[in-house]
């Protein structure tokens, strides 16, 4: 079982539609929780952090940690087409300073 | 500000072939950190270094070792490549509190034929 799990996709939303990305994460150790976005044949950039439980929104963007069940999520509002790229999720076990990530979820956003 | 500096950006090895892959950061970051990217694999942790002088295996370190030189720069050496390590290499770094980002390379695009 990896780590970190995410589906592969891709997700294909409409513009303008809430697209929503999973990922569950296996460690209980594991603290901070990141989504980065990484366009075909680029580096991945960081998009949010979370490690408090519950919501952090940032524009439209919005992060959400349930500890209890493992699970973070990602939501994206008025999607963009310029939103299409890979979404990866990432762990954070601090006493080990070991950031594990998922395979990536390939949005698609549709005209 | 170069941020993490990875070197070659591109390279073509035989089978059997030895080389190693350059990574420095010039942000003063204790964690160190080389990944391997093939498709619909995501990121996969080969080795990380929490701080200098000290590295870890991670989820894939077979064929690999590293190298914590000083707290800038974490080497990836691939003693003897096989076809199975062609991949992108992306080196990354970070500091070891909760809310701080890893900073990726641009990547090192490896083929072993």
């Known amino acids: 079982q990896k780590e970190v799990e995410q589906n592969s996709g891709p997700l294909s939303v409409p513009e303008g539609a809430i697209a929503s990305l999973n990922c569950t994460y296996s460690d209980r150790g594991s603290q901070s929780f990141f989504w980065y976005r990484q366009y075909s044949g680029k580096s991945p950039e960081l998009i949010m952090f979370i490690y408090s439980n519950g919501d952090k929104e940032d524009g439209r963007f919005t992060a959400q940690l349930n500890k209890a069940s493992q699970y973070v999520s990602l939501l994206i509002r008025d999607s963009q087409p310029s939103d299409s790229a890979t979404y990866l999720c990432?762990?954070?076990?601090?006493?080990?300073?070991?950031?594990?990530f998922g395979t990536g979820t390939r949005l698609q956003v549709t005209l | 500000n170069a941020g993490v500096t990875q070197t070659p950006k591109f390279q073509v090895l035989k089978t059997g072939q030895s080389m190693t892959l350059q990574c420095a950061q010039d942000m003063n970051h204790n964690s160190m950190y080389w990944y391997r990217q093939d498709p619909g694999m995501g990121l996969r942790l080969i080795y990380y270094?929490?701080?200098?002088?000290?590295?870890d295996k991670g989820e894939v370190p077979n064929g690999y070792n590293v190298s914590r030189l000083n707290k800038r720069e974490f080497s990836l050496r691939l003693e003897s490549a096989a076809p199975s390590q062609t991949s992108v290499y992306f080196c990354a770094s970070s500091e070891i509190v909760r809310s701080t980002e890893a900073f990726f390379g641009q990547g090192t695009r490896l083929t072993v034929v």
């Open positions: 270094s929490a701080s200098e002088g000290t590295t």
């Open positions: 990432a762990a954070h076990t601090g006493t080990a300073s070991k950031l594990t």
